[in-house]
DNA sequence: ACAAAAGTGTTATCCTTACACCCATGT
DNA sequence: ACATGGGTGTAAGGATAACACTTTTGT
């Protein structure tokens, strides 16, 4: 490793980075997914840097192809992190000597003042398959409203990261991308409160979403338990990207 | 100039750029503040470097101070431009030879790979002063619609910036930045018309902004022509303020 | 008096909101 | 039968859109 990232440096445009904030959706809950690093076990994005002959979108595409062994079809850059002191590198030693790097090349990189793009991509978590890297120890799912103290800045790339969804929510394909396959009109509610954060009438939001005509309406789901059993549905891919561009719109 | 930039040039983080979009507004147009390049007269956007000590923001702030003796209290970040083949530099050498610049680091420097976030500022026109820096000939403001053939991917930018302020309207205190002090519920209509890219109803555009509570009617303004005088108005920064926060709806 | 622009009024329609009601389901 | 969640109904209030009407201005 120590060798092949060495070798490696001169490959990436020095101090620009990407950061992606991977959404998934599981219980009720945004999740993120998060690496945690070898010596002080902390955690912090999947990110990654931009080779000297890549596109930025195309290195955010593959780093996140590395984290989730996924191609994601969207990705939104949100917003670009350029203060001045938005990295504390007071635990870079520490970091480096777990790793078994004593390389002065490697070590004067990542001391390097980064600027950094943040990158959004959502996902089914079912789907996506977590990948730690040579740099960690975990790669995991962690609740977005609960997360730990991340590394650097990484806590307000994350926050910027909700506030987008949110702002945008009308624009990006959230049930699509998050849900399963099927789903019932009760859980797509319930993922478009946990994105604006409050409650949304049941009766208006589901007539609502039946209005759009972007919904198919499939069999029956028996839960099991003692209630009237909720119909499932799919989403019209077709009619959906259609309606994409002009936004969708639900309040 | 050729000694002074050579010598400044170890003052600045490599392949990191910022543009600026400054949006003023006149006779009924969108305009955007432009260079025009000594050697081949083609247009771009005031731009420049950031160094290596200071926040991005600052140095989008920095910049726009140079180029129109203005502080901006509001300055909005949209995007950054990361393509590998983004910036076209053939005809560098040209340019350069027209400054009288023969420094090959300087030449180096502007051959590198740059990546640019690109920064949104709104003025009144009538207060900005264009200064053309040392690289070009002419700074000047040219209508939005209708702007020449920009370098590299500035066409780009501004489109994105464009795009930026119809979409977060109610959020940007357009009415406050690019109007004069005091204006006609017309003009204010007519601005949101060009900013949105579409007519709007007189009387309930009227309604609507008086319901806000944001504007203060002043006296009537007679224009000197045979038709009723219309009044002007001022916005209540105050309540301005409050209001901006939640967005100031108008459709 | 006239034309043109500005201010205000009116109405139908749609959307939003809140809540009520009935229906289906396994125990 | 019953409790509970799911589907649908309804009615008030507000926002929107389109257009009509009146007022004001200099010629």
Redesign the interface.
């Known amino acids: 490793m120590q060798q092949s990232f060495e070798s490696l440096i001169d490959n990436y445009?020095?101090?620009?980075s990407v950061d992606c904030v991977i959404i998934g959706y599981a219980s009720g809950e945004l999740k993120i997914l998060l690496l945690q690093w070898k010596a002080t076990k902390r955690w912090s994005l999947p990110g990654g840097f931009?080779l000297?002959?890549?596109?930025?979108?195309k290195?955010a595409l593959r780093i996140l192809k590395e984290r989730t062994t996924l191609e994601f079809p969207f990705i939104h850059?949100f917003?670009?992190f350029?203060?001045?002191r938005r990295r504390d590198i007071s635990n870079l030693n520490k970091e480096l000597a777990a790793m078994n790097i004593n390389s002065p090349k490697v070590n004067e990189w990542f001391r390097q003042?980064f600027?950094s793009?943040g990158y959004l991509a959502m996902v089914n978590l079912d789907k996506a398959k977590p990948q730690p890297d040579e740099l960690s120890i975990k790669c995991d799912w962690m609740p977005a409203d609960k997360l730990p103290p991340l590394i650097y800045d990484h806590n307000d790339i994350v926050a910027k990261a909700l506030e987008y969804i949110k702002m945008r929510v009308h624009f990006l394909p959230v049930g699509m991308t998050l849900l399963p396959e099927k789903f019932t009109m009760n859980e797509l509610r319930l993922l478009y409160e946990t994105i604006l954060q409050r409650s949304l009438d049941r009766a208006n939001f589901q007539r609502k979403m039946l209005k759009l005509g972007v919904l198919i309406r499939l069999e029956k789901h028996f839960a099991g338990n003692a209630h009237k059993a909720p119909y499932l549905y799919k989403f019209d891919k077709k009619m959906y990207n259609a309606f994409q561009k002009e936004g969708i719109g639900f309040v």
């Open positions: 445009l020095p101090g620009q931009i000297k002959d890549e596109d930025m979108d290195a850059q917003y670009t350029g203060n001045y003042r600027i793009t």
